[in-house]
């Protein structure tokens, strides 16, 4: 497709169950970021893979949550036992590189409510 | 710990007339920032950057300033139109560093512009 392509668009969860967050990001591009935001709160970085380096993985804000990036080019972001403060959009972004000037493109987002 | 602060959280302004939002940020490590524009339902769109090598960025209608002093830049739109209507985030990164695609943003500002 012409952008990066999230689904689902909205997920509603509950408590304790698990969830998979799926982004396809724009074809030939090598850099893929997660971002999550939160109701009133800017963009938050989760992680980052570019190529087949190790993907950067520091902001991910606890060990239920973890990604993986298949072919270099769809990614998958779990959550394992999902709490009420895992609400949030999560949005999905790639770029043609990681060099300086390279636009970050963003995907509309999916939109995860846990209940 | 909130690096990038976008201490305004929402902007009024009459159409044809100047809107400045601004943007400040305490790691000095930051030396490439962006400016995104974010409409509901949608994911952020990229709209101008500026590297810190640099005080002044022009697109169109838009420009950026940096102040590296005072750790500050602004977005200057001009003229406003209603189609700017939209959350504006500021976000910063190293370019320099191995994560040039972890940006940082601010919470946002909500610019509202009036016909």
């Known amino acids: 497709g012409a952008g990066v392509s999230q689904s689902p668009s909205n997920k509603v969860t509950e408590k304790g169950k698990d969830v998979e967050l799926r982004c396809d990001p724009i074809s030939g591009h090598t850099a893929l970021y997660w971002y999550r935001q939160s109701l009133g709160q800017g963009l938050e970085f989760l992680i980052y893979?570019?190529?087949?380096?190790?993907?950067?993985k520091s902001g991910l804000p606890s060990d239920r949550f973890s990604a993986e990036r298949t072919g270099g080019s769809v990614s998958t972001l779990t959550i394992q036992r999902t709490q009420q403060e895992d609400s949030a959009v999560y949005l999905c972004a790639s770029s043609f590189d990681r060099g300086l000037g390279n636009t970050i493109y963003f995907g509309e987002g999916s939109w995860l409510t846990v209940v | 710990d909130q690096q990038v602060k976008q201490n305004s959280p929402s902007l009024s302004v009459q159409e044809g007339r100047i809107s400045i939002l601004n943007c400040d940020y305490t790691?000095?490590?930051?030396?490439?920032f962006l400016w995104y524009k974010k409409y509901p339902a949608e994911g952020p769109t990229f709209l101008i950057s500026?590297?810190?090598?640099?005080d002044k960025n022009e697109d169109g209608r838009f420009t950026v300033f940096l102040n590296k002093s005072a750790k500050h830049l602004s977005l200057h739109i001009v003229p406003s139109q209603p189609g700017d209507s939209a959350v504006y985030f500021c976000?910063?990164?190293?370019?320099?560093?191995?994560?040039?695609?972890?940006?940082?943003f601010g919470q946002g500002t909500i610019l509202t512009v009036h016909p």
């Open positions: 500026i590297s810190s090598i640099k």
């Open positions: 893979f570019q190529g087949n380096s190790a993907p950067d």
């Open positions: 790691n000095s490590m930051f030396d490439y």
């Open positions: 976000a910063a990164t190293n370019a320099g560093g191995t994560s040039y695609g972890k940006l940082t």
